[in-house]
């Protein structure tokens, strides 16, 4: 099984629906992270928390939001679907210290018609 | 401001033609430069990281250098499967949990 798991792994949607995508992690890490990849643009970091209290908005996080529901799991919102946010998006984890590589999920790819 | 730049955008190499892509940097103190490879659909998966000037990491055909401004990931004698897009990534000593992505070069190695 997959140290850090996305559900679903693609997800297609209308404008103006609300989408969650989650995140479940098995590496005991503290420190969780969602991205964002669009062609040419590399990956954007949305929103990073760093333990089940701490929540901070990355450098994209307008039009998203996030809930840290245990140490493990960590989910994404969008609360009302825009064509723009159609992307691939990827859970990370890293460890506490936060020094160090971080570890990717196999991604979740939504499109927004 | 941070920020890392990857040359070229895309590479395509014969099998056995060895060839170095390239990892540009600007960072307010280098914690730390990583290398990943990403295949179609998937998530990045981590190959090296490399924390000061004049180190070195190696992994089969993939060797990984660091320099005070850039970082080269050496591919000897390529195979097809090592085809695939391979993103840098940096760390600064500030904000560590910030990591700034490079756009990555797409790398194909044909048989």
């Known amino acids: 099984d997959a140290d850090v798991t996305q559900t679903p792994r693609n997800r297609i949607t209308k404008t103006g629906k609300r989408i969650m995508l989650e995140c479940s992690q098995t590496?005991?890490?503290?420190?969780m992270y969602w991205y964002r990849q669009d062609p040419g643009l590399g990956l954007r970091l949305i929103y990073y928390?760093?333990?089940?209290?701490?929540?901070n908005k990355g450098e994209i996080s307008d039009g998203y939001s996030v809930s840290r529901q245990a140490q493990a799991k960590f989910s994404l919102s969008l609360e009302s679907a825009i064509p723009n946010q159609t992307a691939l998006y990827f859970c990370?984890?890293?460890?506490?210290?936060?020094?160090?590589?971080?570890?990717f999920g196999e991604g979740s790819r939504l499109t927004v018609l | 401001e941070d920020q890392v730049t990857q040359s070229p955008e895309a590479l395509r190499l014969q099998e056995g033609e060895s060839s170095s892509l390239n990892c540009s940097y600007t960072v307010s103190g280098l914690r730390g430069l990583f290398w990943y490879r990403q295949d179609p659909g998937k998530g990045p998966e981590f190959l090296f990281t490399l924390y000061s000037a004049g180190e070195e990491k190696e992994k089969e055909r993939l060797k990984a250098t660091l320099t005070k401004k850039e970082s080269f990931l050496h591919i000897t004698a390529p195979k097809p499967e090592d085809s695939a897009t391979y993103l840098c990534a940096v760390q600064a000593r500030l904000g560590t949990y910030k990591y700034i992505f490079g756009t990555g070069t797409r790398l194909k190695v044909l048989a």
């Open positions: 590496k005991g890490h503290d420190r």
């Open positions: 990370a984890t890293s460890d506490t210290q936060g020094i160090g590589e971080l570890f």
């Open positions: 928390s760093f333990d089940v209290k701490d929540i």
